[in-house]
C-alpha cells in the first residue's frame, strides 16, 4: 500500500489543546489502542535486481495518513544491499530523533516526550525520511553501514507526536522490527500491528470494535466475538439484535439466518460514542423434495434448488455427486443433499426415497342370469382390462355368450398390477343379453344400424381401440331399432356399448369402421 492507500483505522473525535502528561514506549494506560500490520520484506537475489514495498500508517485517525514505512533491495553497480526507514508525510508528524539525526531506539518504559530532539519539516514539500537500518556496499566497494536498528537493537519503541489542526500536541509511540543485510541484498520492515497514542480526556470515548472471524459475509449459526477498546468510557453496553444487552468488553454471540446489527456504546460525561456494526449473514436456503418410486416409476431423479448461487451435492451410500446433473435413484432410503454457497456457508437437507409396490387385489364374481362377470377391487382408482375375449374390455364387468375362462388384469394408479380368472360353465338356455342386441352392418362406412330386443332403454358409447371415449350420446329404445350415424369417426377398430338407464353395460360389440 502507498501513501495514497485509505487508513485501517478511523478515530472519530477532536481534540482541544491541552498540556500532555509523560507517555512511556510500550505503555498504553490512558492511551487509545491502534492496529496495523505493515510486514515488508524484499530481497534482490541477482545483478541488476530491484525490489521495493511500501506501507503507511494514519495514526490519528483523522483520515491522513501520517507515515510512510518503506523496505528496499538492490543489486546494482552503486548500491548491494539493502535498507529500511521511515518517511514523514506531513510537517505535523514528528519523530523522536538521537544526536546523529537518526531515528531514536526506545525500550519499554523510556519517557516519550523529555526529549528535546525531534524531527522537523519546513513544508509539505520537504518530507523528512530517516532511516531504521542501512546496510550496502557502496559504488567505492566499501561496506555503508548507518541506523539504530543493528543487533542487538534490531526490534525497539519509536516515539512520535503528532501537531493537529487544533494546534494540539499528541503524543504516542508504535514498535517496530527492523534489519538489512548487504551480502545477501535483503531487508524487512515489520510494525507489529500495535500502537496507541495519547487520548483528550475533554472529549466523548474514543471506541474501536472488532469482530472474529472477519468476514463480508456470515452463516447462520456460526459463533462470532464481539470485542470493544474504548479510552474515556465511563460506562459501556453491546446491544444485539435480539433484544439482549451486555455490559462486556467482549462478548460470544451465534448468529441466526438473516442479516443483523450489532451496536456498541461508551459513555461519559462529556457524551455518548455509538458504533453500529452490520453482520450481513447469507440468506442461502435449500429445497430438496422427496420422491416416490413405483411400480409405474421404478426409477426417480432427485430435484433440488436454492434461493441464491450454490453448489448442489448428493451423497448416495458413500458416493458424493455434485452439480450439474443429480443422480437417478432406484432403491427407498434417505438421501443427503447439501448446498454450498460462495461464502462457504453451507446447508443440508434429508430427501426421503419412498417405495410404493403395493398390488390391487381383486376378485371375480359371476351373475348367472344375466351371463354377467363382474370384477371387484379394494384399492381406489384401479383400471380393469378383460383380456380374455377377443376384444380387450376396459370395464369392471362383462356380459359373456359361451362357456370358458375369462381373466382380468387389475393396474393400480402406481402402476402395479394383479389379476384374477374365472371359468364359467353357460347351463342356461335364455339367451345372454349379448346376443338379444344385434348391430349391423360390420364392417361399416356411415351408419350402424342397432336391433334392441331388450325391454329396457340403451345409452350407448363408442370407444377407440386405445380407449378413448368417441361418442356418448347415442340412445335406442327397448325392443326397438335405431340408426346410429358413425361417419365422423375415423377408420379403424372400435367398442360399441349399451348401457341401461343407471349407467350398467348390458352389452359390448366390437365393429370396424372402413
Keep these: 500500500m502507498d501513501k495514497y492507500a485509505l487508513p485501517l483505522v478511523c478515530l472519530c473525535f477532536t481534540f482541544l489543546p491541552k498540556t500532555s502528561a509523560q507517555i512511556a514506549a510500550g505503555s498504553t494506560y490512558h492511551l487509545v489502542g491502534g492496529e496495523k500490520n505493515v510486514q515488508l520484506a524484499v530481497f534482490a537475489p541477482n545483478a541488476g535486481s530491484y525490489d521495493l514495498k511500501r506501507d503507511s500508517i494514519d495514526f490519528?485517525?483523522?483520515?491522513?495518513?501520517d507515515a510512510l514505512f518503506i523496505a528496499e533491495?538492490?543489486?546494482?553497480?552503486?548500491?548491494?544491499?539493502?535498507?529500511?526507514?521511515i518517511e514523514a508525510l506531513h510537517p505535523g508528524f514528528e519523530l523522536m530523533m538521537d544526536s546523529s539525526d537518526f531515528v531514536r531506539p526506545l525500550m519499554a518504559g523510556d519517557s516519550i516526550n523529555a526529549t528535546p530532539k525531534w524531527s522537523v519539516s519546513s513544508h509539505p514539500g520537504n518530507m523528512y525520511t530517516s532511516a531504521f537500518i542501512a546496510h550496502f556496499w557502496g559504488f567505492?566497494?566499501?561496506?555503508?553501514?548507518y541506523g539504530n536498528?543493528?543487533?542487538?537493537?534490531?526490534?525497539?519503541?519509536?516515539?512520535?507526536?503528532?501537531?493537529?489542526?487544533?494546534?494540539?500536541?499528541?503524543?504516542?509511540?508504535?514498535r517496530v522490527t527492523a534489519s538489512a543485510n548487504a551480502n545477501f541484498p535483503s531487508a524487512s520492515l515489520s510494525v507489529n500491528g500495535l500502537w496507541a497514542i495519547e487520548h483528550d480526556p475533554s472529549q466523548k470515548p474514543w471506541v474501536k470494535t472488532f469482530k472474529t472471524p472477519q468476514k463480508d459475509v456470515y452463516c447462520p449459526g456460526h459463533y462470532v466475538i464481539f470485542e470493544a477498546n474504548t479510552a474515556g468510557a465511563e460506562q459501556i453496553a453491546w446491544h444485539f439484535w435480539d433484544g439482549m444487552s451486555d455490559t462486556a468488553a467482549t462478548v460470544i454471540k451465534v448468529l441466526p439466518d438473516s442479516t443483523v446489527t450489532a451496536i456498541f456504546e461508551a459513555t461519559n460525561q462529556n457524551g455518548t460514542t455509538t458504533v453500529t456494526q452490520n453482520l450481513e449473514v447469507s440468506p442461502l436456503k435449500l429445497t430438496a423434495?422427496?420422491?416416490v418410486?413405483?411400480?409405474?416409476h421404478p426409477n426417480g431423479t432427485l430435484t433440488a434448488e436454492t434461493n441464491i448461487l450454490a453448489e448442489i451435492c448428493w451423497v448416495v451410500v458413500s458416493d458424493t455427486s455434485c452439480n450439474p446433473i443429480p443422480p437417478t435413484i432406484n432403491f427407498p432410503g434417505p438421501i443427503t443433499v447439501f448446498a454450498e454457497d460462495n461464502y462457504g456457508c453451507i446447508v443440508t437437507e434429508q430427501v426421503e426415497v419412498l417405495l410404493d409396490a403395493n398390488t390391487p387385489i381383486v376378485f371375480i364374481e359371476y351373475d348367472e342370469p344375466n351371463h354377467l362377470l363382474i370384477a371387484y377391487s379394494n384399492t381406489p382408482n384401479v383400471t380393469f382390462s378383460w383380456v380374455s375375449p377377443h376384444w380387450p374390455i376396459l370395464n369392471d364387468s362383462v356380459f359373456i355368450s359361451q362357456s370358458g375362462t375369462y381373466t382380468v388384469v387389475v393396474t393400480a394408479p402406481n402402476g402395479c398390477?394383479?389379476?384374477?380368472?374365472?371359468?364359467?360353465?353357460?347351463t342356461s338356455t335364455d339367451e345372454p343379453p349379448l346376443e338379444r342386441v344385434r348391430v349391423q352392418p360390420n364392417p361399416a362406412s356411415d351408419f350402424l344400424q342397432i336391433e334392441n330386443r331388450l325391454f329396457s332403454d340403451l345409452s350407448l358409447k363408442i370407444f377407440d381401440a386405445a380407449g378413448h371415449l368417441k361418442m356418448a350420446n347415442g340412445t335406442?329404445?327397448?325392443?326397438?331399432?335405431?340408426?346410429?350415424?358413425?361417419e365422423f369417426l375415423p377408420a379403424g377398430l372400435y367398442l360399441l356399448i349399451g348401457c341401461d338407464i343407471g349407467g350398467k353395460p348390458l352389452f359390448f360389440k366390437k365393429f370396424l369402421k372402413q
Design 417 to 426: 398390477t394383479s389379476s384374477a380368472s374365472i371359468t364359467v360353465v353357460i
Design 149 to 174: 536498528w543493528t543487533p542487538p537493537t534490531s526490534t525497539a519503541f519509536v516515539g512520535f507526536r503528532i501537531v493537529t489542526a487544533q494546534q494540539d500536541t499528541l503524543y504516542g509511540w508504535f
Design 289 to 291: 423434495p422427496d420422491i
Design 140 to 145: 567505492s566497494g566499501q561496506m555503508q553501514q
Design 476 to 486: 335406442v329404445l327397448g325392443d326397438s331399432v335405431a340408426r346410429l350415424d358413425i
Design 60 to 65: 490519528d485517525g483523522d483520515g491522513k495518513h
Design 293 to 296: 418410486l413405483d411400480c409405474a
Design 73 to 85: 533491495a538492490a543489486w546494482v553497480p552503486d548500491y548491494v544491499g539493502g535498507s529500511a526507514s
